[in-house]
């Protein structure tokens, strides 16, 4: 797995910055600095999920505010069911135990524990919010996981909007269905072929 630096600034990164290390025991393969603090979560996504090559972790505002709040980002309207298949969950807040022995690790145990309790196929709802933390999104590869980290974010934004304006919105089943089927579903005919 490759992964950016622990700590080092984003403007001076460049890609012999970036870190390797073993999929399976997390010790670096190759790089000169220490890999991020989250490799450990990034590590439990991999290995859980054949389908996920590129993870991101963010601190965007509107999907922060809904992590701190402790709440999913509801699914309520086509931009939303476009990109992820239903709400976008919110884990339980991880105990004082699991994060004084091994909070990374048991970030990413908490993500795939949310994932399972509800039956979320990850690459249907490819994110979620950590509660009190912030939001993780993931992809077929490193620019898709960026692109729904950005669409998360978004839809995050829209949320809160909705919301302030009206409470009890929601989106009916079959409009969910019909947006994210089009595009994702075995009979999809969204965009060119």
């Known amino acids: 797995m490759v992964i950016k630096p622990s700590g080092v600034d984003y403007n001076g990164m460049c890609p012999d910055d970036m870190v390797v290390v073993d999929l399976m025991t997390g010790k670096i393969v190759e790089g000169r600095w220490k890999p991020s603090s989250d490799t450990a979560t990034h590590l439990e996504l991999y290995r ?32 939303h069911a476009d990109y992820f298949y239903g709400d976008i969950p919110c884990t339980r807040e991880l105990t004082e135990k699991e994060v004084n022995e091994a909070y990374e690790l048991n970030t990413g145990k908490v993500i795939v524990e949310t994932l399972d309790q509800l039956a979320v196929e990850p690459m249907a709802v ?47 089943r079959y409009v969910l269905d019909k947006h994210y089927m089009r595009k994702h579903g075995s009979n999809a005919y969204y965009g060119q072929k």
């Open 48 to 79: 859980r999920y054949e389908k996920i090559a590129g993870v991101v972790h963010t601190h965007s505002i509107n999907a922060v505010a809904f992590a701190q709040a402790g709440m999913c980002i509801p699914s309520l309207g086509t931009t």
């Open 126 to 172: 490819p994110g979620i919010l950590v509660k009190k933390h912030g939001p993780f999104a993931w992809g077929k590869n490193p620019a898709d996981a960026v692109y729904n980290a950005v669409v998360l974010e978004r839809v995050a934004e829209m949320g809160i909007k909705t919301l302030a304006l009206n409470p009890q919105a929601s989106i009916a």
